[in-house]
């Protein structure tokens, strides 16, 4: 599935079964718990964190994609088509980036 075809996949999914979308500072708010669900999960699998029974079933691939689903509607509701942005970002990146981790001897 290409971004463009999760953004519309969300938006038809949230104008039939979910009704509408939730405001933008809500949407961002979910984000915020989304993001903080992926770092429960890093902390007890990579971390040093023990894990509680709830937190066995929890699965890092899920909880990433509760976050993209999160930002997808962000996109959505902004009116930002996900694809030219990324593509605009790698552009960015690779102008101002160019030699900075090349060059980084922490990466070494």
């Not at 971390?47 to 959505?76: H, T, Y």
Request: glycine residues 4%; negative net charge; proline residues 1%.
């Amino acid at each position: 599935m290409t971004i463009q075809e999760a953004q519309e996949k969300i938006d038809n999914w949230i104008n039939t079964t979910g009704v509408r979308y939730f405001s933008e500072l809500t949407n961002m708010a979910i984000l915020t718990e989304e993001v903080g669900e992926v770092a429960r999960v890093m902390a007890r699998q990579f971390g040093d964190q023990s894990a509680k029974d709830s937190d066995k079933k929890r699965e890092l691939a899920d909880e990433l994609a509760d976050v993209m689903w999160v930002v997808l509607c962000i996109a959505n509701q902004t009116g930002i088509d996900m694809t030219v942005a990324l593509e605009k970002n790698f552009e960015k990146k690779n102008i101002r980036d160019a030699t900075r981790h090349t060059n980084n001897p922490k990466l070494k």
